[in-house]
């Protein structure tokens, strides 16, 4: 256990320290959702009617984007055989390095999705739902990310396949994160929503380090 | 303590590297892996560091088996491979320490480490200053805070200056003196002592595959 916060806090530390881009992911996150008013115009009408299904789309590709470094730095430089011969199982080393790219990705895009729901005039009832469907649902993203992160670690230009594996893996999570919020727009309850989504991030979570560590241990030979 | 090894063989990406390697290491024990470029010294000291599979034989330490308790056996060894796993954002010192968190060791053994090689004055830069031979030096120096009892060293001495060197295998020593052991791929002499090495099986040594097929008269010339 002590070892799992050891190695969340040495990635913590390497994200905000080494140009990794602590928050750009969430800078990105903001700029893409930025971005949608200006295409599709400032009728709060339509943007409303778009709104939640816009910032979950947003966050995934947030997500996304700072993904390709999760393993690949460290398997790069030798840290990850380290971290092998560690007196940590890989699978809860991949739980603690997923956990801080969520620290570092889906918690703070939690935190200013409020601001962009206001921007894209999502109904004001929703934004709890909205931030709630965020904080259940982007655990997944960063455990499902780091499965593909795992397999395309040794790829140089690894990052694109990386989306095309881990996309369709995201549809679940859009499906029913962009629904609970949508629901709670149009005033229907989203309770059940939030509960696939939930059931979602517990499959990710029981699955994800098992499938990680497996494609981990091939690149490390 | 005793690391043995039998008739090992490595597989990779369907080329056989090695077969037929057999040594043992005893505790307290230096012992230099030598063999050409390309021979398998890092494959086979991935193999011994449990984090790639072996082809073909067997290798104990202690009554473990390294195919069975894999787990076990990874908590014994330390590997300094030739990448030092040095973080350039991370300080001199917290290189260290985050590993130190990470065993669960005192921190101030990271301080001793860094005393030990020479890099006490540098431990607040940041590591990307560093030289390749003082980065070199931070990741043999993970060694002293792992305290793991069997040491893998693949080309430990690459871009250290003579002086480094010598510390490096002052190291080694003070740590078979203490009951470790240590096999080291390396070209250069560590002063490990006559006889401490372990050659490895040149690619002609291999016993001919049973599919070759017989020496044939007419190919051979004997008809004359």
Known sequence: MRAAFALLRRDLGLTFRSGGGGLLGVAFFMLAALLIPLGVGPEGGALARIAAGVLWVCALLACLLTLDRLFQADLEDGALDQIALGPLPLEAAVLAKAAAHWLTTGLPLTVVAPVLGVMLSLPAQAQGTLVASLLIGTPALSLIGAVGAALTAGLRRGGLLLSVLVLPLYVPTLIFGAQAADRAATGLEPGTALLFLGAVTLLAAAVAPFAAAAALRVNLR | ?224
């Open chain 2, 1 to 224: 303590m005793e690391l043995v090894a039998q008739d090992l063989a490595c597989r990779r990406a369907g080329r056989t590297i090695f077969r037929g390697l057999g040594f043992a290491v005893r505790a307290g024990a230096a012992v230099a892996l030598r063999g050409p470029n390309g021979s398998g010294k890092s494959s086979l000291l991935r193999v011994l560091a449990g984090l790639a599979p072996a082809a073909a034989g067997r290798a104990t330490l202690d009554g473990l088996d390294l195919a069975r308790d894999g787990e076990a056996w990874r908590e014994r060894v330390a590997l300094a491979g030739h990448l030092d796993a040095v973080k350039p954002g991370f300080s001199v010192r917290e290189n260290l320490t985050c590993w130190a968190d990470f065993h669960g060791a005192p921190r101030a053994r990271a301080d001793m480490a860094l005393e030990r090689f020479g890099l006490e004055g540098r431990a607040d830069d940041p590591a990307h200053w560093c030289s390749a031979g003082q980065k070199r030096r931070l990741g043999l120096a993970r060694l002293l805070i792992v305290d793991r009892p069997v040491w893998l060293l693949d080309e430990p001495t690459v871009s250290l200056d003579a002086a480094s060197v010598a510390v490096f295998a002052g190291v080694v020593a003070e740590h078979c003196a203490a009951g470790g052991l240590a096999l080291a791929a390396t070209h250069v002499d560590l002063g490990f002592g006559e006889g401490a090495e372990v050659r490895m099986p040149a690619p002609g040594d291999a016993p001919a595959s049973p599919a070759a097929p017989a020496a044939d008269p007419f190919l051979g010339g004997d008809w004359g």
